[in-house]
């Protein structure tokens, strides 16, 4: 019995420390300092994909104004014009890192929008809420390794 309450003892000691440790005193300002690390990131995450869909004409104006004349959105990057990839194994690793980023964006739906690679041009069908989401999947789409270009065939449910 004495070898238990001794054993209770320690163990309730040894829970004490470890909470003090992870929540005391000095580990608020780290806690802090990670968050504002993480909101800082974030920022300029969202500032550089900002960046990113204007140099690419892909505001939501532009975005319309192409699926009306047109019935697609297209961009082609310069640099891998007449460099096609013609590997079937390089497609569908181009395919399955698009699906990923799709699927790891809360406001798109991966089951909505389809994605096929063909020689590192990519087609994106299916339906989409708005123009902005069309947007953000050209632009996970375009940013991907090997992608010479991205088609939204997308249509509007907006």
């Known amino acids: 019995m004495r070898a238990f309450i001794i054993g209770f003892i320690l163990g309730a000691v040894v829970l004490i420390a470890a909470v ?6 000095g580990n608020k300002t780290s806690l802090d300092d990670a968050r504002n690390r993480v909101a800082a990131d974030a920022k300029e995450a969202e500032i550089a994909t900002k960046n990113k869909m204007d140099e690419l004409g892909l505001t939501p104006e532009n975005i319309r104004d192409e699926l009306s ?3 697609k959105v297209i ?3 310069s640099e891998a014009v007449g460099h096609a990839i013609s590997d079937e ?8 890192a698009i699906k990923t980023k799709l699927l790891g964006d809360p406001d798109l739906s ?5 994605v096929s690679t063909t020689d590192g041009c990519v087609t994106l069908s299916g339906s ?8 953000r999947a050209m632009t996970l789409a ?3 390794d090997g992608v010479t270009q991205v ?3 997308s249509q509007n449910v907006f």
Do not use: C, F, Q
Not at 20 to 25: A, D, E, K, M
Not at 89 to 96: L, N, P, Q, S, V
């Open 142 to 144: 375009y940013s991907t």
């Open 89 to 96: 194994a390089a497609d569908a690793r181009i395919t399955a």
């Open 128 to 135: 989409a809420s708005s123009p902005e989401n069309i947007r």
């Open 20 to 25: 003090w440790y992870l929540h005391g005193p």
């Open 151 to 153: 088609v939204s065939t």
């Open 75 to 77: 961009r082609r990057k």
């Open 110 to 114: 991966a089951v909505a929008i389809s």
């Open 69 to 71: 004349r047109t019935g």
